[in-house]
């Protein structure tokens, strides 16, 4: 018997004393602000609680080491210092997904309590073992600051009252997040669950022989074993391509090693885990194609078709190779960009049950519900309006939450089962399946005339979409959309080719291509300057897109472009600096491209003072949710005193597409400032109260974007983002400072907007300096979280982000997406500061060790 005191009650544990304490406080003991992020890992902090007085990780706790001592989570903090710890974190806007942060605040309440006035650098140096992949880890150490002032001074933390645009309202639901009230999928529990785990490939490229669950089947609490035979519809789904199976079947070859055999659901998430490893495969393992050049050239196809998923060209102006022949100076180079881990704290998790017959109810965390409710009712051959796909939080997605991993699998058991299933991914599980950023080979040529014009590019892109499409082809594509980076070139010749290989499947990620292609433009940009003598930042002023210019598409911008606004928001720190590395950003607003983009929205005075918002995007840390709201109470004239709920469910039919390509704030901003009004015009009349059952819909739809290669006016997307990045070392050659300038438009929410951006910017850092995924032929040569390079609050410099508003003609009030243009400009700023260092280029991520200082 192991007694301990838990939240200052005495407590007993009778079971395996090797049990995690993360496990006990979560199963036993229902403690869920304890979260699970890297599964026994010790890698990323989510479970910190506090253990005699020190911090320790849950995860890697096992029950013996509690033996006699004081456990404290966050539920046994004393009051004042929870509420002061929560709302410090709200305050300063350092909530953003939510996941990560109920384990940064137990580890400021014991950094604060040793140490009740620290430092800056003391409070990252205490947050060590913790991660979080949103915030940049800026407003976490504002947060603490700002927190240990209150607890000094005996004060309460106030938060912004004011409920209209423009100012840093609190995020919507952010202090539940804070002190772990708020449910993500896996906190969440229904009478008589079940749970699934899943069987995978354990060869990237392999006949499968025989699939034996007969062990499994026979192990006690095993409730029933699922393979390929038991789905009753399409088992080959996906978001573009209908080419990724849910179950690969016998007789058929694996094609990577995120491929699922079988699933077992059982009475708990331990019986199925161990069921799991009693299933046998027999395989005749085959030699796995690796990157997209050797599948360019193989004969061994991965789909039927070959393995060319897409190729997309822009050509326009003069043939390029006439351009560069008269052109002043003609720089060209080859770069390679590797796989990237989206790192979201939350795996991947869902649960189903059963809602009537032939009916479900699916909590999802995915950036797409209806995306969801289509391929879940095609695998179980239901009609979509028998499946109510519920949007739960999801802690992170960084657009690898767009496809579809655990949902359908968990609709299938319970659907067949007729009790609710949870299915979840751990750490290592999640690495192996989701899509990530995609490996890139681009060779690049670029050239200017005397007076540093740009006048060609061209551009031969090859990307790895990995053994299925995902997104693959929309992405490559805007990577060649996009190749010209945020510059004007009359003359441009790019093709962008995406080939199917063995490796894990690569899809959307904040970027969605752009990181890529912008990497190689900039770098020649600089290369340019160097060889023709043209100051840097005189160089892109004079090249930038504005209006009446022309993107690589040739789509001619119109009003609302701030990108010399950046460039001249970090003139003087550009030229106070001894080695900076300059690097400018673009990222197109919505998919465009000629697809029609809706947003509806149902606003429900359900009770007086209360408001009930209806919609249909992602919340993932983003703010989708604290913008809907922000924008009524601006339209509607409502104060902080009536109360907005917000759901997003497929039960409801309001109608959005996948959360992506940076357009929720736009799409969604604009029905409701439509529906919105329609309230504002009864509230001239009536009092809220009065209006109690009222409905108010709206619906904003987009149709006037067209695809370059269609001919006619070419309006590629709605709206464009714009930023300038400036990486600056000191004297030893280390990361100082980054100015990040961004045109966001109308800033709705300057906190939220804040965090935006330096939570960007650190996952540019990442990809530019330790980022890159553990493969080698088509394996993960490693499934620890802590070897992919995420980067952590001791890592990160000083960074200042300088908002420009240059008012969109589209977006709500002016606004602009700002989600992805974050991460775009920062790897080549800081290639290009350490270019400035040492004198050398490098053309590959991350990048390599810094040389002897040149200047």
């Not at 995690?20 to 010790?42: E, H, M, N, Y």
């Not at 690589?552 to 550009?574: D, M, N, P, Q, Y």
């Amino acid at each position: 018997m192991i007694e301990f005191t838990l939240n200052g009650q005495k407590a007993e544990f009778a079971g395996d004393e090797k049990k995690t304490l993360l496990t006990f406080l979560r199963s036993d003991k229902g403690i869920t602000s304890v979260k699970d992020g890297c599964s026994g890992q010790a890698a990323c902090g989510a479970c910190l609680v506090e253990l005699d007085g020190k911090p320790a990780l849950a995860c890697s706790t096992p029950m013996k080491r509690v033996a006699g001592k004081q456990v404290i989570t966050i539920e046994g903090f004393a009051e004042n210092v929870r509420r002061t710890l929560g709302r410090a974190f709200v305050a300063k806007g350092a909530v953003q997904c939510g996941f990560c942060t109920p384990g940064m605040v137990s580890r400021a309440k014991i950094l604060l309590e040793n140490t009740p006035n620290p430092s800056r650098n003391e409070v990252a140096k205490a947050l060590k073992a913790n991660v979080c992949r949103c915030t940049g880890y800026v407003k976490i150490i504002d947060a603490v600051l700002l927190a240990a002032q209150a607890l000094r001074q005996n004060r309460q933390i106030d938060w912004e009252q004011n409920t209209g645009i423009g100012h840093s309202y609190p995020k919507y639901e952010g202090y539940r997040k804070a002190i772990g009230t708020s449910d993500f999928i896996d906190d969440m529990h229904f009478e008589g669950m079940l749970y699934g785990v899943l069987k995978f490939s354990e060869h990237p490229r392999a006949l499968v022989k025989d699939i034996d669950v007969s062990e499994a089947e026979k192990l006690p609490g095993v409730i029933r074993v699922f393979t390929c035979a038991d789905i009753p519809g399409n088992r080959y789904q996906g978001l573009m391509v209908k080419d990724w199976p849910m179950m690969v079947a016998r007789g058929e070859d694996t094609r990577c090693i995120g491929d699922v055999l079988a699933g077992v659901v059982a009475e708990t998430y331990d019986i199925a885990s161990n069921a799991v490893e009693k299933i046998r495969v027999d395989y005749d393992v085959l030699e796995p194609v690796t990157c997209a050049a050797q599948a360019a050239q193989s004969q061994v196809f991965i789909h039927e078709n070959g393995n060319l998923l897409d190729k997309s060209t822009v050509r326009r102006g003069e043939p390029v190779e006439d351009v560069f022949a008269r052109s002043a100076h003609v720089v060209e180079a080859i770069f390679e960009t590797p796989f990237i881990e989206h790192g979201f704290l939350e795996t991947e998790a869902s649960i189903a049950h059963p809602d009537g017959e032939n009916k479900l109810v699916v909590y999802s965390q995915s950036q797409g519900i209806y995306k969801d409710r289509m391929q879940i009712a095609s695998v179980l051959d239901l009609a979509e309006e028998n499946i109510d796909v519920v949007q739960v939080s999801a802690g992170g997605g960084f657009g690898g939450k767009e496809d579809l991993t655990v949902q359908h699998h968990a609709a299938l058991y319970s659907l067949v089962l007729q009790r609710p299933v949870k299915v979840r991914l751990n750490r290592a599980e999640s690495i192996r399946m989701h899509p990530k950023r995609h490996h890139m080979v681009m060779d690049y040529k670029i050239a200017c005339d005397e007076n540093g014009r740009l006048t060609a590019l061209r551009a031969r892109i090859i990307g790895d979409t990995g053994a299925y499409a995902s997104m693959g082809k929309e992405v490559v594509a805007r990577t060649g959309t996009h190749a010209a980076g945020a510059y004007h070139v009359p003359h441009v010749d790019v093709s962008a080719s995406v080939y199917y290989t063995n490796n894990p499947p690569a899809g959307a990620f904040r970027g969605f291509g752009v990181n890529q292609s912008n990497f190689a433009m900039e770098s020649l940009v600089d290369e340019l300057c160097a060889k023709g003598g043209f100051d840097r930042w005189q160089f892109r002023y004079a090249n930038a897109l504005d209006t009446g210019k022309m993107t690589t598409t040739g789509h001619v911008l119109g009003e609302g472009i701030g990108l010399k606004e950046c460039l001249e928001a970090v003139k003087e720190a550009f030229d106070k600096s001894s080695c900076a590395g300059l690097a400018c950003g673009i990222k197109n607003c919505g998919i465009g491209n000629g697809v029609e983009e809706v947003s509806e929205i149902r606003i429900n005075v359900v009770a007086p003072g209360r408001i009930e918002i209806l919609h249909g995007w992602t919340e993932m840390g983003q703010g989708i949710h604290t913008v809907a709201r922000q924008i009524l109470c601006e339209v509607a004239g409502l104060d902080a005193s009536v109360d907005i709920d917000i759901k997003s469910s497929t039960g409801v039919q309001v109608m959005s597409g996948v959360t992506t390509a940076s357009r929720g704030t736009v799409l969604l901003g604009n029905a409701v400032i439509a529906a919105a009004k329609k309230l504002k015009a009864d509230l001239s009349e009536k009092p809220l109260a009065d209006l109690t059952g009222k409905t108010y819909f709206a619906r904003y739809v987009v149709d006037w974007t067209s695809s370059h290669d269609t001919g006619g006016e070419i309006n590629s997307h709605f709206a464009y983002g714009f930023a300038v990045h400036l990486a600056v070392l000191d004297d030893q050659g280390k990361l100082e400072k980054i100015y990040a300038a961004h045109d966001a438009g109308k800033i709705i929410n300057p906190a939220l907007y804040e965090g935006q951006i330096e939570g960007g910017v650190v996952m540019g850092m990442g990809y530019a300096l330790s980022e890159k995924l553990p493969l080698e032929k088509a394996r993960l040569s490693s499934e620890r979280m802590s070897k992919l390079g995420l980067p952590k609050a001791k890592d990160v410099p000083e960074i200042e982000v300088i908002g420009v508003e240059c008012l969109d003609p589209v977006g709500p009030f002016g606004a602009k997406g700002v989600g992805e243009i974050g991460t775009i400009p920062t790897a080549p700023a800081i290639a290009n500061a350490y270019c400035r260092y040492d004198g050398q280029r490098r053309y590959s991520l991350p990048l390599s060790k810094l040389g002897k200082k040149q200047f």
